[in-house]
């Protein structure tokens, strides 16, 4: 009887519950987005797709790239927006073949002076990549 | 009018949300990005021509939820909260399909509580992070139009403004944090960067308020308060693929027939599903 009931009326909302506190725990832990991963956490900041990825000091750009090149590099780098996981990094490391044994990893995010009507960029997240 | 509300509230629950969902899928299906849900649904569509009663059986939603199953696996990093709540529905649907005789109770409870966690959650993201009380989440999107469009979009001088805002945040990225790059924009009027703050407060207290609201008795406060919230919602940010999903949920909340309600987030809804249809709104 009480398996059913928590059927009924729980096991949607229990993993509506569960789901939303792993996303904020990868959020607080893991760098990821709040905008994706079922946590509600929409608009609360500036939406990961606008930040910049910076390698090496050098911007990440998909211009001078053929079509398909643009669209995968797009694909790799909104990864590591969404969620700078390890393996995410790594897929765009190799993507870029970057030919060094370490290599400097930088998320810039926008940032407002909302005072002064300034808008400018703020540093979300920086690593160091160590190639295999 | 009466007659319009009697004929909505005479319709089972059970068939009138489940066949407001499956046309939210089947116009929301090709903003997915995996052309196959679109056949797919649309051939789910053309199943619920030949069964009225489609949404009684328990196979049914186990197909749907099958197609939908294969994208969160394979793009589970840009799988926003739409999606989730998607198939949080879809798995009510298949409880409801095994219990039919408690319909009404399942929904009406499941949906209070969703909607309480979806607010709750909302509110509790928005506490944690210092950029949405400063107002700066809220700020990238005023500069540059993308909020209150409905309100100031009509004034051609603002749009201009709006575009160059926009033009010069999307121009950053070419300078190294190095050179300490700032964009100055400029405010629609003198106290925007104000208006901004406010707005994210008002959200704040909105949301914690619309939880409130799904407790009070008085049917008329209660109901009154959320259709202002979701025109609202609509009006500043054009959320029509959430709204939508709001409102079935909140079809499923109200547990009395013979309520006007019921008709007015139907009402709400259908009005989405336009604006989805004609490519208005953010999915």
């Excluded at chain 1, 370490?102 to 926008?110: G, M």
């Excluded at chain 2, 939908?68 to 926003?80: E, K, M, N, Q, W």
């Excluded at chain 2, 509580?113 to 400063?134: E, H």
């Excluded at chain 2, 499923?252 to 309600?261: A, C, D, P, V």
Aim: one cysteine or more; charged letters at 20%.
């Amino acid at each position: 009887m009480k398996r059913k009931k928590f059927i009924q009326y729980w096991s949607v909302p229990t993993l509506l519950f569960l789901v939303a506190c792993f996303q904020i725990y990868q959020v607080e832990f893991e760098e990821k987005s709040r905008w994706k991963g079922g946590g509600f956490g929409m608009y609360t900041t500036i939406h990961p797709f606008n930040d910049e990825i910076w390698i090496d000091d050098e911007f990440v750009s998909t211009k001078n790239l053929s079509k398909r090149d643009s669209l995968e590099l797009q694909i790799l780098t909104l990864k590591v927006k969404v969620h700078p996981s390890k393996h995410q990094i790594k897929n765009l490391v190799n993507w870029l073949d970057i030919e060094k044994d370490s290599v400097k990893i930088q998320i810039f995010k926008p940032q407002f002076d909302l005072e002064n009507s300034v808008y400018t960029k703020t540093l979300r997240y920086e690593t160091t990549y160590k190639q295999d | 009018m009466k007659q319009l509300i009697n004929r909505i509230n005479q319709i089972p629950i059970f068939k009138l949300v489940a066949t407001c969902f499956l046309l939210f899928l089947a116009i929301y299906s090709p903003r997915l990005k995996a052309i196959y849900v679109t056949y797919l649904v649309f051939a789910a569509l053309a199943y619920v021509i030949i069964d009225r009663d489609f949404f009684k059986k328990t196979y049914f939603w186990l197909i749907v939820l099958g197609l939908l199953i294969p994208r969160l696996y394979a793009s589970f990093l840009f799988i926003g909260n739409h999606y989730f709540v998607m198939i949080y529905m879809i798995l009510l649907f298949l409880i409801v399909s095994f219990y039919q005789d408690n319909a009404e109770k399942i929904f009406s409870r499941n949906a209070t509580v969703i909607l309480v966690l979806i607010m709750g959650f909302a509110v509790l993201q928005k506490l944690l992070v210092p950029d949405y009380l400063n107002g700066t989440s809220l700020a990238y999107l005023g500069y540059s139009g993308k909020i209150f469009k409905y309100v100031f979009y009509f004034n051609e001088e603002y749009r201009d403004i709006f575009y160059e805002n926009a033009v010069k945040m999307s121009e950053l990225y070419k300078y190294p944090i190095s050179e300490n790059p700032r964009v100055q924009l400029e405010p629609i009027f003198k106290n925007f960067p104000q208006v901004i703050i406010w707005f994210s407060y008002l959200t704040l207290i909105a949301e914690i308020l619309f939880i409130v609201a799904l407790f009070i008795k008085k049917q008329w406060i209660k109901h009154g308060f959320i259709i202002f919230f979701l025109l609202s919602l609509l009006v500043t940010r054009e959320e029509t693929g959430f709204l939508s999903m709001l409102c079935i949920l909140l079809m499923m909340h109200i547990e009395k027939q013979n309520t006007l309600y019921r008709a007015a987030y139907l009402g709400i809804f259908i009005l989405c599903l336009s604006l989805i249809i004609v490519g208005k709104g953010e999915l």
